[in-house]
């Protein structure tokens, strides 16, 4: 399957998807990658621990792996392992898709700009592991998902794409994350699809898909 250019059909750009839980978001993208008129094909889903999304992969397939941290002796050692296993598949474009870790700096350098992450809140308000629950325990109306660069700084890199939702009075922790998975999901396959294939380049705190 690949890209109609002329008569000769190109390989797709390949995403390689990195993720902790279950995996409804690279899930999504694999769902629409499943079809030969998205503009990219997943080539591997890669975890930090034995994450249960990672059969989303295993039944289509799809190449999977565990870089853990418990297995190195320190986080720079984890992250050199873990570039070098996501390096040997050539990705176009890398996702973090419920990805629970920082990365270091090295795996930043070695990737970034074509490494993007998607967090369940509207940044730069509630950044980190638990963005939700800040979000609601801070009391908003609204809040959302973002799809940002990754850069070293946690959940501060430059943003591509925001989508709000209201909070609903009766909201606890679950059913706003499961809302805001809902709109998460969506952008981030559009997402994928708009940028995969195209130049990106940030300019300060803008990005530039050309
Ligand atoms: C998403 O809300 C993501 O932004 C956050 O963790 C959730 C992952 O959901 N970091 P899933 O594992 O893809 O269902």
């Known amino acids: 399957m690949g890209l109609d250019s002329g008569n000769v059909t190109l390989p797709r750009p390949r995403v390689l998807i990195l993720i902790s839980g279950t995996g409804s978001l690279a899930d999504a993208i694999m769902t629409q990658a499943q079809s030969p008129d998205f503009p990219a094909q997943v080539i591997a889903v890669g975890a930090d621990r034995e994450a249960v999304g990672l059969a989303h992969a295993h039944r289509r397939g799809i190449d999977t792996f565990v870089v853990a941290p418990a297995d190195y002796r320190d986080r720079n050692e984890w992250g050199g392992a873990l570039r070098a296993q996501v390096q040997a598949y050539q990705p176009d474009l890398v996702v ?88 998460e999901r969506e952008m981030l396959v559009r997402v994928v699809a708009e940028i995969v294939g195209r130049r990106i380049e940030v300019t300060g705190r803008k990005v530039t898909v050309s």
């Open 96 to 183: 973090c898709a419920g990805f629970m870790r920082i990365l270091p700096a090295s795996f930043i350098e070695a990737f970034s700009p074509r490494l993007i992450n998607s967090h369940p809140a509207l940044l730069p308000a509630f950044p980190g592991a638990h963005g939700v629950a800040d979000a609601l325990a801070y009391g908003v109306k609204v809040t959302g998902a973002t799809v940002h660069v990754v850069d070293t700084g946690v959940d501060t890199g430059p943003i591509i794409a925001q989508q709000a939702i209201a909070v609903q009075p009766d909201d606890d922790e679950a059913s706003l994350h499961e809302r805001i998975k809902v709109i």
